[in-house]
Each structure stands twice: as structure tokens, then as C-alpha cells.
């Protein structure tokens, strides 16, 4: 239900935006997600759109860098991430999440995409 693209390799300081193609409405679920998990940890929430009313908010890792936004006409997540740093390697998610997606927690949120891998060098 959600298929993730745009990952792939890049050089530090460069660019890249990812997709999320969903077939859920994306007015009828409370959040949306991006994720990531890096080689040997575990997952974490980076970036979340409110489905509704489209406030975003980030982590701290990606704040100022990254921008979460949503085409509901597309039925599409994005995430455009500039001024890409080695530490952002990592498999990236998207996910739709219910009434406490506002966590991003990833066990708050319900569906979930294959991933999608981003290499910064």
C-alpha cells in the first residue's frame, strides 16, 4: 500500500528526494511518517505531516535539512533532504499512523512501505 522511491547514492552536501506512492486516502489517517534505520540499529522517526492539516515536524538529526510534505491529489509523501551528511545513510521508510503518529514512534504507526536505501559518501 505504500511504495517508497528516490533513494540512492550521493556525496556529502548533495540532495535527493524520496517518494511515497499510497493508495490511502491521505486525508483519512492522522500521520505520516518518514523513518529510517541505519546498518545495526534500530528504526527511527525523522520527519511527520499531520494528514489533515499538513503541520510537519522533525527530529533534531534532520531539522533544518529535511522537509516533509504531502500531495494529496497524488496521493504522495515526499521528503526532500538537502545537505545530505554520511550519518544519513540508511534505509528510509514511510508510514501512516493513527492519533498518537504526532511520536513518531514507529510502533504508532500501522502501514509501512519496503524502504528505499540512501547512501551519503
Known amino acids: 500500500q505504500l511504495v517508497e522511491s528516490g533513494g540512492g547514492s550521493v556525496q556529502a552536501g548533495g540532495s535527493l528526494r524520496l517518494s511515497c506512492v499510497t493508495n490511502?486516502?491521505?486525508?483519512?489517517?492522522?500521520?505520516w511518517g518518514w523513518f529510517r534505520q541505519p546498518p545495526g540499529k534500530e528504526r527511527e522517526g525523522i520527519a511527520g505531516?499531520?494528514?489533515?492539516?499538513?503541520?510537519?515536524f522533525y527530529a533534531d538529526s534532520v531539522k533544518g535539512r529535511f522537509t516533509i510534505s504531502q500531495d494529496n491529489n497524488k496521493n504522495t509523501l515526499y521528503l526532500q533532504m538537502d545537505s545530505l551528511k554520511p550519518e544519513d545513510t540508511a534505509m528510509y521508510y514511510c508510514?501512516?499512523?493513527?492519533?498518537?503518529?504526532?511520536?513518531?514512534?514507529?510502533?504508532?504507526?500501522?502501514?509501512w512501505g519496503q524502504g528505499t536505501q540512501v547512501t551519503v559518501s
Open positions: 505531516i499531520h494528514g489533515l492539516i499538513g503541520s510537519t
Open positions: 490511502i486516502n491521505m486525508r483519512k489517517r492522522y500521520y
Open positions: 508510514a501512516a499512523g493513527g492519533l498518537e503518529g504526532w511520536r513518531l514512534l514507529p510502533e504508532v504507526f500501522d502501514d
